[in-house]
């Protein structure tokens, strides 16, 4: 069965470094989501593609966060610098373009920043 | 703006017991509700999905309704199981290509 696939699973670094994270999602999925998830909490959009372009980043703290799916497949997330807020699970999704739209999601990154 | 409550927060049960699980939302205009779980420190499971023209869904021991007019769903898990114990997660899509508002979460706990 096809699966959303994600790198690292998980990430210690320091605050004021640079962290980057790998999504690749479903074959053939048009949409890709990066959430974060804080300790206790429900999954927060970052930001949406739908295929190569962005199409919701109302929530993705632009000054310090960017994230990039060039030819429409797989994805990256960067963080520079990481601040101790950060410190998160990321979690990547995917959904195809037809009904119900259902999203798929991958196993997620800890980030824990000291 | 959409807002979505999972009430109670935590919940623990002995084995064999059913379990009910509580998911309300604000916004009665949604495209589909999931459900999910999590294991601590892992990603999201998908259990079930009901489009907002279904009253539920079925997959084993698990049952999913929605009332879209009254803004909830239940989720019913049949004879628990320890293996059972996680947080379970609801979510509602409120258009068809966007994003997924969650509530926070029950915590289950299954005792032997």
């Known amino acids: 069965e096809a699966e959303v696939a994600q790198s690292p699973r998980y990430k210690i670094t320091e605050k004021s470094q640079a962290v980057a994270f790998w999504c690749d999602p479903i074959?053939?999925?048009?949409?890709l989501y990066w959430y974060r998830q804080i300790l206790g909490q429900g999954p927060e959009l970052l930001v949406q593609?739908?295929?190569?372009?962005?199409?919701?980043d109302s929530q993705l703290p632009k000054d310090r966060f960017s994230a990039e799916r060039l030819k429409g497949v797989d994805s990256t997330l960067k963080i520079q610098p990481a601040e101790l807020g950060d410190s998160a699970m990321y979690l990547c999704?995917?959904?195809?373009?037809?009904?119900?739209?259902?999203?798929?999601f991958g196993p997620g990154t800890r980030l824990t920043v000291t | 703006k959409q807002e979505v409550t999972q009430i109670p927060a935590a919940l623990s049960v002995p084995e064999g017991e059913n379990l009910v699980l509580n998911c309300s939302f604000t916004?009665?205009?949604?495209?589909?509700l999931q459900w999910f779980r999590q294991d601590p420190g892992k990603g999201l499971t998908s259990l079930l999905l009901i489009q907002s023209s279904q009253r539920e869904q079925t997959s084993g021991r698990l049952n999913a309704s929605l009332d879209k007019s009254s803004g909830r769903s239940t989720l019913y898990i049949a004879a628990s199981q320890p293996g059972d114990s996680a947080t379970y997660l609801c979510a509602v899509l409120t258009d068809s290509w966007g994003k997924l508002q969650f509530g926070a979460g029950t915590q289950v706990v299954v005792t032997p």
């Open positions: 593609f739908q295929d190569e372009s962005v199409v919701d």
């Open positions: 074959s053939g999925h048009a949409t």
């Open positions: 916004d009665s205009a949604i495209y589909n």
């Open positions: 999704a995917s959904s195809p373009r037809t009904e119900p739209y259902e999203q798929y």
